[in-house]
Structure formats: structure tokens, C-alpha cells
């Protein structure tokens, strides 16, 4: 639940407040409320907890009366309905140890479904060890790539040689070739 500041002693600063659900409040040191207070300026989120001072650190009955539980009150088909319901209230206590281990969620598993489970599970197994070959496919293409890229760096510097010596031996040829004919080089 956020709520909009529209007056406050430091005008610009905060932008926005919000409120801790019941359930994540801490009972050890009797805290009723948290705030959390919106900071632009500072671009930060700031901790405002209301406390209520007490000698004893045992749990504060009076403080903490039943409030709105984790489970629905209603199904989301009676919702659709628009039909209307009060929350189902639970005790503090009960709330806070839920939401400290378990955040309030169960999984299970229904009977009927179990089939589909084995077959979806079965299917990201397979999917897994298709990912795996094609990765090592895809290395060992990496490296026959690399490889060949080494021969033929190898053999452009040989075709490279090749020619310049090529060019010479042409050169050398064609004196050869004039100086059979009787040519002379100086014409």
C-alpha cells in the first residue's frame, strides 16, 4: 500500500510512503507499524519502525490481535461470481511463524497429475543432455575451425613465397629467353 506525501517539514524530499503487512512485523521488540519513506533527493528508502516501549520482551497480547490471514477467503471462481467476502483473520503468532519459514507457501502435489509431472520432468532431462551434445559439438567445431584457419594462414605465407619467387624466376626466364634469341639486355 503506498500512499502519496503531500505535506511534509522537508518540502521536495520525500515522494512517497509505503506500510509493512502485519505478518512482517517483528513482536520481539513490539513493533505495531513499519514505514518505509521514499527519498528522491537522496535516491534512497528509509525505515521509519513504530514501537511501543515495554520492560518486558515476552509477547504483547494486546498489541498483536488476530489479523488478515495467508489463506483466501474466497476461490477466485466466487470471486468471478462477484460474490464478497470477509478476510479470514489468524492469530499473530501463527502468522509470523509461517511467514519466518516458510513465507505462508506449501507445495503439493495432486494425484492426478503426477504423470505429466514425470513426462515434463522426463522432457527438461532430455532437453538438458541435447544442450550438453550440442555444446560439445559446437567446441569441437570451434576448434577444426581454428585449426584450419592455421593452415591456411600457413598457406597464404607459401602462396606468398611461391609468387615472389615466381616473379623472380619469370624474370630471369625472360632474360634467358632474349639472350637466346641474340637480344641484348641494354636494348
Known amino acids: 500500500k503506498a500512499v502519496v506525501s503531500t505535506q511534509s517539514g522537508h518540502y521536495g524530499r520525500e515522494r512517497g ?4 503487512p502485519k505478518r512482517g ?10 514505514f518505509y519513506k521514499l527519498n528522491v533527493a537522496k535516491k534512497l528508502v528509509s525505515v521509519v519502525p513504530l514501537k511501543v516501549p515495554r520492560q518486558s ?5 494486546d498489541l498483536y490481535p488476530n489479523t488478515v490471514g495467508l489463506n ?10 462477484g460474490k464478497n467476502s470477509e ?32 513426462a ?8 538438458k543432455k541435447t544442450v ?18 592455421g593452415k591456411v594462414e600457413t598457406l597464404e605465407s ?7 619467387a615466381a616473379a623472380e624466376t619469370n624474370g630471369e626466364d625472360e632474360i634467358a629467353e632474349l639472350q637466346k634469341n641474340g637480344v641484348d639486355q641494354a636494348e
Request: aromatic letters at 4%.
Open 17 to 20: 510512503l509505503g506500510q509493512m
Open 158 to 164: 607459401e602462396n606468398g613465397r611461391l609468387t615472389a
Open 120 to 127: 515434463l520432468r522426463k522432457e527438461v532431462a532430455d532437453l
Open 132 to 149: 550438453t551434445e550440442r555444446d560439445a559439438t559446437i567446441s569441437s567445431l570451434k576448434a577444426d575451425i581454428s585449426q584450419l584457419q
Open 87 to 118: 478476510p479470514l483473520l489468524a492469530p499473530f503468532l501463527e502468522l509470523q511463524q509461517a511467514t519466518s519459514t516458510s513465507k505462508g507457501f506449501t507445495a503439493t502435489e495432486k494425484g492426478d497429475n503426477s504423470e505429466e509431472v514425470a
Open 25 to 34: 512485523l517483528d513482536s520481539s521488540i513490539n513493533e505495531i507499524a513499519r
Open 72 to 81: 483466501a477467503a474466497m476461490t477466485a471462481d466466487e470471486f468471478a461470481e
Open 57 to 61: 520482551k515476552a509477547f504483547a497480547d
